[in-house]
């Protein structure tokens, strides 16, 4: 079984460009996270879908982030403009919920390594 | 509140040896505690978790143990192995599937040959 997909691995950008980073679940996986890690941190959650509804999206920075998930498959995020401190690893992850609430398992993808100069 | 808190930020291990890793947290609604394993270029695999229902949970190498009075829990990995090399990161969720996960500062563990 294929796991999470992400594209592309890495990205360089100068600052006030934008970006998108695209990611394609685990097959039949409706929960669908973006998130972001700093250098030596944890991941931290950007944004949670439930098919192509968010439903928690409280730590987006909405005024330059955006993302959407049409069809409740394939997502994208995206960065207008970048900014020096958006340099980190964003990483996406899908979970299947209906094993419960002890489950849940999230399966990350490799993500995406983008540096803002 | 929401902090998870891990310690050391880095450690070194002796091939054989054995490997502990630990956290705190505040928040008394987290209900489930999973930890990862995260190698370079890679993102976070699922490694073991435990409910606090239970003081300590085992899958071969890696134990968890959990005090919930305490409000710490720890990951021991014994006969570390220098495929163990890797970035370990705690975590703590509530009980519902849809709450959100939140994770420690992660460890860098190095296994010495």
């Known amino acids: 079984e294929a796991g999470v997909v992400q594209s592309p691995r890495y990205k360089i950008i100068e600052k006030k460009q934008p970006v998108a980073f695209w990611c394609n679940p685990i097959s039949g996986h409706n929960t669908l996270y973006w998130y972001r890690q700093n250098l030596g941190q944890g991941p931290e959650l950007l944004i949670r879908y439930e098919n192509e509804e968010a439903v928690d999206d409280s730590q987006l920075p909405k005024d330059r982030f955006s993302a959407e998930r049409l069809k409740g498959v394939d997502s994208t995020l995206k960065i207008q403009p970048a900014e020096l401190g958006d340099s980190a690893v964003y990483l996406c992850a899908s979970s299947d919920p209906s094993g419960g609430a002890s489950s849940n398992e999230q399966f990350f993808g490799p993500g995406t390594r983008l540096t803002v100069l | 509140q929401q902090q998870v808190k891990q310690s050391p930020q880095s450690l070194i291990v002796q091939k054989g040896g054995i490997s502990i890793i630990n956290c705190a947290y505040e928040?008394?609604?987290?209900?489930?505690f999973p930890w990862y394993q995260q190698f370079p270029g890679k993102g976070p695999a699922l490694l073991i978790a435990i409910r606090p229902d239970v003081s300590e949970k085992k899958e071969g190498r890696f134990t968890i143990s959990f005090n919930k009075s305490a409000k710490q829990f720890s990951l021991h990995i014994m006969d570390s192995q220098p495929g163990d090399s890797a970035t370990y990161f705690c975590?703590?969720?509530?009980?519902?599937?849809?709450?959100?996960?939140?994770f420690g500062s992660g460890t860098r563990l190095s296994i010495r040959p």
């Open positions: 928040n008394t609604a987290f209900d489930y």
């Open positions: 975590a703590a969720r509530g009980y519902s599937s849809a709450s959100k996960i939140i």
